[in-house]
């Protein structure tokens, strides 16, 4: 349950070093933030990642989001056999666009908007 690899486009979007994830678990990570603790159903992630079940869309304020005025949200997913042998496998063709991918309340409220028909 503790991050072994996070791709570099959460840094560049997010500013936080994947030096200061890689080894640490999502409970370290959202310690002394209560935005991002209430941001989540966290236990809802925690018991899907233990029963090795899939999921998607998961959303959540990043766990390096220094201005709550321009928040950075992360959306992941997890597949079935992800944490299975196959995980190199998923990193060599591209896992990391399944991996945490940032984005700004700005691109979410506009992609929300395009569904809606506005």
């Known amino acids: 349950m503790r991050f072994t690899y996070v791709s570099e486009s959460y840094s560049t979007h997010t500013g936080l070093p994947t ?7 999502r409970n370290e990570m959202r310690a002394g ?3 991002v603790e209430r941001s989540a159903d966290w236990a809802w992630l925690h ?5 090795r079940e899939p999921f998607e869309d998961f959303i959540f304020l990043s766990y390096g989001c220094q201005d709550e005025d321009d928040p950075v949200w992360v959306r992941i997913a997890l597949t079935a056999n992800a944490m299975s042998h196959q995980v190199s496998e998923y990193i060599m063709n591209g896992f990391d666009t399944y991996v945490s991918k940032p984005f700004r309340m700005d691109e979410l409220i506009r992609a929300i908007g395009a569904l809606a028909g506005r």
Request: no cysteine; charged share 35%.
């Open 47 to 51: 018991e899907k990642i233990a029963a």
């Open 33 to 35: 933030k209560p935005a």
């Open 19 to 25: 030096s200061e994830i890689i080894g640490k678990t």
